[in-house]
Structure formats: C-alpha cells, structure tokens
C-alpha cells in the first residue's frame, strides 16, 4: 500500500482539496509552491499511462476547477501541470501555481510550511472552489 493509498484510505491524515468515486486531491506538504496540489486515482497504479483509459480521460475535469481554485487563491500566471511519478509508486498529476517555468523545477529544494500556512492554503483554495 503506498502513501497514497494510506492517505486516501484516511489512514495517513492530509490537507484535503476534493474527492469523488476515482480521484483524491490534496494539498502537497512539501511544495515547490504554495497551493501545489497532488491529484491521484482511487486505484493503486504506479505509472500514469498505466491507469485504466477511463481514469485518463477523466483526471483533467475533476483537475479543472481545482486548477481554476488555486488561480483564484494564489498570484500565479496559470496552473502548471506535471506527471513526475518517481517520488511515489503511485500514478498521480501535480497541479503547481506558476509564474515561470522553474516554479515546475522539481529538482529545486522544496518549501517546508508549518501546519498553519498548509491549514490556510487549503482555506483559500476549498473557499475558490
């Protein structure tokens, strides 16, 4: 079972976007940005272009309005996407506020927020949603 899994499952507690029958989004507690959010398939499969093709066609609409969410919450020139999948074996789609192309860096250190600065970036994006 990966982390993902265990967070889905509630095992594993996280800062909570949105969910429906295929899809948990939540807030990634170590971001490149504030307001980067992790979208994963219920289903436990490690690479992406492995999830079912109905899983596939249907990410990027359970994506767009989170995606129009952190637009609304963040100062950012858009949503950048990525599809990484070396950090967890588990299939999942970054939704990352950018300004720039290096924001999408994830070779860069990484953000480490305090649990209050997570609580409220998952306030200003549930409240845009």
């Known amino acids: ?50 999830v079912p093709d109905d899983y596939l066609s249907c990410i990027m609409i359970f994506a767009k309005p989170i995606a129009k969410a952190i637009e609304r919450s963040f100062p950012c020139n858009r949503v950048g996407l ?21 924001d999408l860096n994830f070779t860069r250190g990484k953000l480490k927020l305090t649990p209050e600065q997570l609580k409220a970036a998952q306030e200003k994006i549930l409240a845009n949603l």
């Open 1 to 50: 079972m990966t982390i993902f899994s265990k967070i889905i499952a509630g095992d594993i507690p996280a800062y909570k976007i949105a969910e429906n029958d295929q899809f948990f989004a939540f807030l990634d507690i170590f971001p490149l940005v504030e307001g980067h959010v992790l979208i994963v398939p219920k289903l436990e499969v490690d690479k992406f272009f492995d």
């Open 82 to 102: 990525a599809v990484v999948g070396l950090e967890v074996p588990h299939a999942h789609l970054h939704l990352v506020p950018i300004n720039g192309i290096d």
